[in-house]
């Protein structure tokens, strides 16, 4: 037990299943709001005794979360009320940017705004040493994606319709392989290469943290995959409509190819919507898709990279696997998502899935952003943009016009 309370990874998936749990029981409030279309709208946020009452409640988990691990693992900080207060204000700050309808209409997402936000203030006031001491950005990441598997429901997908998940399949494998050849042939680190094939080939943001969870990777290389995620999103979501339409593709395939290849969920809805409602639910179908595989990646990516280490520091000798090791190494957060997934999609009654999703939505999208506010504050922006000499976007964008193609290829033969 005790080896279990000091390993951040057990901890996260400890609160993580606490908190879904808690909500099935009906343990959960009303979730904020925070889409806003005018400064009347804006201010409106702040009347609704709900919305209000949501904050407080978001806020009360964090400290709850931070304060409790930080027990267990027998950490003292005084300080650590004060640093959760003020990255939470600022994760608050990121939503409410990202809830401005013109801003939202183009999938900017909070992500980008959260890690803009920590690497600002850091640039321009630097980090002091009591909130650098209290941050647990990787605590709030895992357990973040354990609540993300209460959002992964087998059911709706297979509703849906199995091609989707077939191209999912299809295009994850080539599209990552792909993407980790092109990276190591460009010499990118193993690290990055890894966060960049999950990236470009699953779902984004998403698959990245997975990933840098499942190899316990640095935070400033996942702030920049995020970073080049969200900025090449950004002219695919407008550019492949256009093609789409110009090339004459059906709605099914137009929508498949969307949403097998934009890496953002938001900037996948905006682009679907660009192309029709019909266009729209198939470009939504692939990408819950391939967000099912997350899980799966993540055990793969984590076995990969333990076998990956262990022929580097044998020197290529012949060695027994020991699984032993494998399971010590193994990241145990994910093993809280399958589970959410699972206890969601088989023993939840729909009712209840229905009555929580926006709830427990919400909670992992705080969590999300209190990291990513986290890492930013973490990141030199100095060391950012020299990062790798440009190599490692070289190879994300070169992978990502391989996907475009292939996704291209298996929407329209599966789809036809």
């Not at 650098?132 to 990787?138: A, G, M, V």
């Not at 290849?261 to 898709?289: H, P, Q, W």
């Not at 088989?346 to 209190?370: C, G, H, I, M, N």
């Amino acid at each position: 037990m005790k080896k279990i309370l000091n390993n951040e990874d057990w901890l996260a998936f400890l609160a993580g299943i606490l908190i879904i749990l808690l909500a099935w029981a009906g343990l959960f409030f009303q979730s904020p709001k925070f889409n806003w279309t005018d400064s009347e709208s804006f201010l409106k946020l702040f009347t609704l005794s709900t919305n209000l009452a949501g904050i407080a409640g978001l806020l009360l988990i964090l400290v709850t979360a931070g304060v409790l691990t930080n027990f267990l693992r027998k950490k003292k900080s005084s300080l650590l009320l004060l640093t959760i207060l003020v990255v939470f204000s600022l994760g608050l700050l990121s939503q409410w940017i990202s809830g401005y309808k013109p801003i939202r209409t183009y999938g900017f997402e909070y992500v980008i705004f959260a890690l803009l936000s920590g690497i600002f203030i850091r640039s321009v006031f630097g980090l002091p040493k009591w909130i650098e001491e209290n941050l647990h950005s990787e605590f709030f990441i895992k357990t973040g994606l354990v609540i993300l598997g209460s959002g992964v429901i087998f059911g709706d997908i297979m509703k849906a319709g199995s091609l989707g998940l077939i191209q999912a399949v299809i295009v994850v494998l080539a599209v990552w392989f792909f993407a980790f050849w092109i990276s190591k042939k460009l010499k990118v680190d193993d690290e990055m290469a890894m966060m960049l094939s999950s990236a470009v080939s699953i779902c984004g943001v998403s698959a990245a943290i997975a990933t840098a969870g499942a190899i316990k990777g640095d935070g400033k290389k996942l702030s920049y995959v995020v970073s080049l995620v969200l900025i090449v999103a950004l002219p695919m979501l407008v550019l492949l409509p256009l093609a789409a339409k110009y090339m004459g593709l059906s709605p099914a395939q137009a929508g498949a190819w969307v949403g097998g290849t934009i890496d953002t969920s938001g900037a996948v809805v905006a682009s679907g919507t660009l192309l029709g409602d019909e266009a729209l639910k198939f470009s939504t179908i692939v990408k819950f898709s391939q967000n099912v595989l997350i899980g799966f990646a993540a055990v793969a990516i984590s076995v990969f990279w333990i076998f990956r280490g262990r022929k580097t520091a044998q020197k290529g000798q012949d060695e027994k696997v020991n699984f032993g090791i494998i399971w010590e190494r193994f990241p145990k957060f994910v093993l809280g998502f399958l589970a959410a997934s699972l206890i969601f999609s088989f023993l939840v009654r729909p009712e209840a899935v229905a009555a929580t999703k926006d709830y427990l939505k919400t909670v992992q999208t705080s969590f999300f952003a209190f990291a990513f506010v986290g890492i930013g504050l973490e990141t030199d922006l100095s060391v950012l943009l020299k990062t790798g000499n440009g190599r490692p976007a070289w190879a994300f964008i070169i992978a990502q016009f391989f996907n475009i193609l292939f996704t291209l290829l298996v929407a329209y033969f599966l789809f036809g």
